[in-house]
Nanobody, 127 residues
Framework: QVQLVESGGGLVQTGDPLRLSCVSS????????IGWFRQVPGKEREFVAG????????AYADSVKGRFVISREDDKNTVYLQMNSLNAADTAVYSC????????????????????WGQGTRVTVSS
């Protein structure tokens, strides 16, 4: 059973950076795309950033473009989300997820495109 484990969340101040990590226990991590999503109480989970299996394509929500960077290190079975210039609107539980399909070129920005989810890591940005 493949598992995803997020880490790196915490309490930071407005303008601070933070890097989240998503580590997979699966043997074929490099063949799947990974997405980062976030959720706040009372709201639906929203797409934040995604990277395809090869790392050749990335996608970002408009709200984080220019501030967040997603990357992957397949030899470590890890995907990172570097978050810069954080603000209160970024406060949420961040979860990573593995794509349904292997070797997909495009990055899926919907929750339906992902089948395995981590438990999430909480990010709180105080002003």
């Amino acid at each position: 059973q493949v598992q995803l484990v997020e880490s790196g969340g915490g309490l930071v101040q407005t303008g601070d950076p933070l890097r989240l990590s998503c580590v997979s226990s699966g043997p074929r991590f490099s063949t799947y795309g990974i997405g980062w999503f976030r959720q706040v109480p009372g709201k639906e989970r929203e797409f934040v950033a995604g990277i395809n299996w090869s790392g050749s394509r990335t996608a970002y929500a408009d709200s984080v473009k220019g501030r967040f960077v997603i990357s992957r290190e397949d030899d470590k079975n890890t995907v990172y989300l570097q978050m810069n210039s954080l603000n209160a609107a970024d406060t949420a539980v961040y979860s990573c997820a593995m794509s349904v399909f292997k070797y997909a070129t495009a990055v899926d920005t919907t929750t339906q495109g992902y089948s395995i989810w981590g438990q999430g890591t909480r990010v709180t940005v105080s002003s």
